[in-house]
């Protein structure tokens, strides 16, 4: 494009511009969030990300969860982790600048998409590519990438994957061996930041085999140079993975897929996740109602007798057809890339050959959604009936602003008011329970929040806020009777509200699930010792115990409960060792003083006494 008339100003430019300032405009009020959802195993509870600088290394060969937790199917997106580790070193626990930055990530991918499709069109259809842009821009579906910072990995793998196919054009038509290399590291480093870049691997030759292939040489050098990239990656995500053992690819949790429930027919399982991907194209379409997890209990399992399951694969299979001949039909047709895209994006979420760790994503529809804002903007282009046009003559059409304006307003009003959503966990997970209440770990998530926020009133309203609690954890577990952490909370729930009776089963049934839970094995053992099962709880805190030695209030309890079950000496000895853990606690020496009372110890029981009572008394018998 060369400037108008008059104008000092490209007018690439002037679209690039409108386009930076639209990002901005409807993200800006994200800046203010706070750190959400995902942000705390990525982020604020990762402890080789809180190493800043000085973890990076750690963070290259380690798997994407080491330093939050252990998990039988890890990932490896290590450049991911990396950003946020700088953002730690240079910020320390500061959501904004992560919120920034995850703005600007956005902003360059609009640009490098908008750049490519403008590329791909052979500048024949520059309004077109901008359109989709633009649509891109204000999608809705995209504030889950965007506003959470973890989403930082979906942005940096869309950004260079992006950058590739941009440096890969230059390079079909120069024919540069360091554009070659450039475009393959830009590959690479996308597959770094998150695996959703291999779906590359279809996507460059349909872009280099049919758009732009006018030397089939260097389509053969690009395919080789991404081929390479994703082998070298390949090759090192599965060295990182074994050898921390976390390569079991087939396990995932129930709560987060429930295509992964145990008894679920292969035909229902596949019923569903076709259903799903018929949600996918509804919510592309009516972004509504947005959601940050769609666990179990947000989408029922369902047979290929259901009506929607059968419009769903009727859809996928007619826009396959479609696609596949209007390629055949013309190698550089704008649909058929729009709709093939798609579809290869798609495919690594469809739950069909092989199931992901979340039932349904609206960030699984960040790469997608450009096959849909192409079709979009073909569509708009089409209306017009001037596939020719100059892109201001396009730009300008009343039918386009008509058409292409009332869509995007709605979509940045819309994307406007769910940034607002993400502002806290609270606020983000009782919102979203409203639109998704049989939603299983939302209604978790807001529970566990209640639960664990400090009361400010008095013990009888503490109570009964607690008592308001409990039914969120009820119909978590009615959706997952086996969520180990919800059964926990419940039994905390229930020990708060002195219910003690109903707190056991809930403990007990959390500790079949996660045997290792400390804390949950010391509130099995003051509920056992408040039901006077004083051997139990004896039991409970000697586990406590070897799980994790030297906490004060655990060899305390220990003491105690000892001291109930009428085993005086063991008592004194537990007494003995939280005395050492802190020598001003005064229920070590109160349980001293009644151990030594038990066995006619006279003098040791008042000495102990004497002691309690002049320490500041921290524990009651």
């Known amino acids: 494009m060369t400037a108008s008339s008059g104008s000092a100003f490209p007018r690439p430019r002037m679209l690039i511009l409108f386009l930076v300032v639209v990002a901005i405009a409807v993200y800006a009020n994200s800046a203010g969030n706070g750190f959400v959802m995902d942000d705390s195993s990525a982020i604020t509870s990762n402890t080789i990300v809180q190493k800043g600088f000085a973890g990076i290394p750690e963070l290259l060969h380690t798997p994407y969860h080491q330093g939050y937790s252990v998990v039988a199917n890890d990932l490896y997106r290590p450049l991911s982790l990396v950003l946020f580790a700088v953002e730690y070193q240079l910020f320390g626990l500061n959501p904004v600048p992560g919120h920034v930055v995850n703005l600007l990530l956005f902003v360059g991918c609009v640009l490098l998409l908008f750049l490519f499709l403008d590329q791909l069109f052979e500048q024949k259809k520059t309004g077109t590519a901008f359109i ?241 804002c192409i079709v979009a903007a073909m569509l708009i282009d089409q209306w017009v009936g001037k596939s020719a046009m100059p892109v201001y003559e396009l730009l300008r059409n009343p039918k386009v602003l008509g058409a292409a304006g009332a869509i995007c307003l709605c979509y940045a009003v819309i994307t406007v008011n769910r940034n607002g959503d993400w502002k806290n966990n609270f606020i983000l997970f009782s919102t979203d329970l409203k639109k998704a209440p049989h939603n299983c770990r939302l209604n978790f998530f807001v529970g566990n929040i209640l639960l664990n926020t400090p009361a400010e009133s008095d013990q009888a309203d503490e109570k009964a806020a607690v008592a308001a609690i409990i039914p969120y954890f009820n119909t978590a577990l009615a959706t997952c009777p086996d969520y180990g952490t919800a059964q926990f909370e419940l039994g905390t729930a229930y020990a708060t509200l002195e219910r003690y009776d109903s707190a056991v089963p809930h403990l007990e049934r959390s500790l079949k699930i996660e045997p290792d839970n400390v804390a949950c094995i010391g509130q099995l053992g003051r509920a056992y010792f408040m039901t006077k099962k004083y051997q139990p709880s004896v039991e409970a805190y000697k586990r406590a115990n070897t799980l994790a030695p030297g906490n004060l209030l655990t060899n305390a309890n220990l003491g105690l409960s000892y001291l109930y079950a009428g085993n005086s000496d063991s008592a004194i000895y537990y007494g003995y060792r939280a005395m050492a853990l802190d020598p001003g606690f005064a229920g070590s020496y109160q349980i001293l003083a009644r151990a030594y009372t038990a066995k006619g110890n006279v003098d040791s029981a008042g000495k102990y006494e004497g002691i309690a009572q002049r320490n500041t008394p921290g524990y009651k018998l």
């Not at 030397?215 to 995500?237: P, Q, Y």
């Open 132 to 372: 989709a842009a633009l649509l891109f821009a204000l999608h809705p579906i995209h504030t889950d990438v965007v506003d959470n910072i973890k989403g930082g990995d979906e942005l940096l793998c869309f950004f260079f994957a992006f950058l590739s196919l941009n440096i890969y054009i230059k390079y079909a038509a120069s024919g540069k061996p360091i554009q070659l290399l450039a475009g393959s590291f830009s590959l690479f480093m996308a597959l770094l930041s998150k695996e959703t870049a291999i779906t590359f691997l279809a996507v460059i030759p349909l872009v280099f085999f049919f758009y732009k292939n006018e030397d089939r040489k260097r389509s053969t050098h690009i395919l080789a140079g991404a081929v390479l990239a994703a082998g070298i990656f390949l090759t090192i995500r599965f060295s990182v993975l074994s050898a921390y053992h976390v390569n079991q690819l087939s396990e995932h949790a129930y709560i987060k897929n429930e295509l992964a429930m145990q008894g679920l027919g292969f035909e229902s399982r596949v019923a569903t996740a076709v259903l799903m991907l018929g949600q996918y194209v509804q919510l592309l379409l009516l972004p509504y109602p947005l959601l940050c997890d769609y666990s179990a209990g947000t989408v029922p399992f369902v047979h290929f007798s259901d009506p929607l399951v059968l419009l769903s694969l009727a859809f996928y299979l007619f826009i396959g057809i479609v696609g596949i001949r209007r390629l055949l039909n013309n190698r550089k047709d704008p649909y058929a890339f729009g709709i093939l895209f798609f579809l290869i994006t798609i495919s690594l979420f469809s739950n069909i050959l092989f199931l992901t760790g979340a039932t349904m994503a609206e960030r699984f529809l960040f790469f997608p959604s450009v096959g849909f």
